[in-house]
């Protein structure tokens, strides 16, 4: 046998043992769940032993590759908020007391992997009433409101107690939106203000109900007066893909100032979305966005050489990012760029943009 033939007959083995162990590129995909081995909770006192300040939830899980994110939901909605890995592989969400009301409480781990497989366990949370010199009987009060009928809407409620806020809940057509409403965290929102994000596109056309739930440390609740909103999928301009650059940005037509979206990123590999219109003469341009992510995403208004415009965006509300450029004398095409960032954006997020022109 001559070298060139050994040398095929060798790579040819070669080959036939890379199939055999999976080695030619592509593997089975991963579809086992991981398995959360123990779900615990621990509430936190004063170092002087007083009332408790703290309840920390913590959980381990395992998977035969890797658990990469580890939620932790109470009675059924998530808790928002960070969950942080510990040294020793366990996962910790740590609570302030007054965040939960006194009652027994069912607390669930759901661990994850990167191919979107979950597990999950659950424990007992009891939150003992708050000390109080005299019980609390009184409920809260509560009010909502809802801004948004296309893409993306904002619910929001005030809500105040005689002691404490705990927890608010908002319900969409009695069924529960699956996490406790964050309280309003800028200047400009109003006081006492707790919001939630809902996607739209999963609800049908037509009038919806918003109530809203608030409960106080010591258990009491009260409902809002129900709200009513319609939604309505034809109202703004849906993104088409693709729309990645100049040429292919999605045409705004005069008149149009709802835009729907929808982001799909990964470290180091951002999306980008681009739409045109015409800014006349002596215009001013403003776009607010809504995300679930607006952190971890950038609106920012361009020329038609690709030149920014307007890129200093700034969050005027609680997950409400805005940027605005005045025209000159002259009408020209601006690009509305919406982009994710390369470092902490994940996975997929829809957005809502908002024009407004004066």
Not at 4 to 27: H, K
Not at 107 to 119: E, L
Not at 128 to 145: C, E, G, I, M, R
Not at 199 to 214: C, E, F, I, K, Y
Request: hydrophobic share 40%; with cysteine; charged share 15%.
């Amino acid at each position: 046998m001559n070298i060139a033939n050994r040398c095929r007959l060798a790579l040819s083995c070669v080959t036939l043992l890379l199939s055999a162990c999976g080695g030619d590129g592509s593997s089975p995909p991963d579809t086992s769940a991981p398995l959360v081995l123990s779900t615990s909770v621990s509430l936190q006192s004063a170092p002087t032993g007083g009332p408790l300040v703290g309840v920390d939830l913590q959980a381990s899980a395992s998977d035969n590759v890797k658990v990469t994110s580890v939620r932790f939901l109470i009675d059924g909605n998530d808790v928002n908020g960070d969950t942080q890995q510990n040294n020793d592989g366990t996962w910790l969400h740590e609570m302030n007391a007054f965040q939960v009301p006194a009652g027994t409480h069912t607390v669930t781990a759901i661990a994850y992997d990167a191919a979107g497989n979950s597990g999950e366990g659950t424990t007992t949370l009891v939150m003992p009433a708050p000390a109080l010199a005299t019980p609390d009987t009184t409920p809260p009060v509560v009010t909502a409101a809802v801004d948004g009928s296309f893409g993306l809407a904002k619910l929001t409620a005030i809500a105040t107690d005689d002691v404490q806020v705990a927890t608010v809940l908002f319900f969409v057509d009695g069924q529960a939106t699956g996490a406790w409403g964050r309280e309003s965290y800028m200047g400009s929102d109003p006081r006492n203000q707790y919001f939630t994000v809902i996607d739209t596109t999963r609800l049908s056309n037509g009038p919806h109900q918003v109530v809203v739930r608030a409960t106080d440390t010591s258990g009491n609740h009260a409902d809002s007066t129900p709200v009513t909103f319609t939604v309505d999928s034809t109202a703004g301009l849906a993104e088409t893909e693709p729309n990645g650059t100049m040429a292919t940005a999605n045409f705004v037509a005069a008149g149009q100032t709802l835009i729907t979206g929808t982001l799909t990123g990964a470290a180091g590999k951002p999306d980008v979305d681009l739409y045109k219109l015409s800014l006349p003469a002596n215009k001013t341009l403003r776009v607010d966005m809504l995300s679930f992510q607006e952190q971890d995403m950038q609106v920012q208004l361009l020329d038609a050489s690709g030149k920014v415009l307007a890129g200093d965006e700034l969050m005027t509300a609680s997950e409400v990012n805005t940027v605005s450029y005045a025209n000159g004398s002259t009408a020209q095409d601006v690009y509305v760029s919406v982009t994710s960032l390369s470092v902490g954006f994940d996975g997929s997020d829809r957005y809502r943009l908002a024009l407004g022109f004066q």
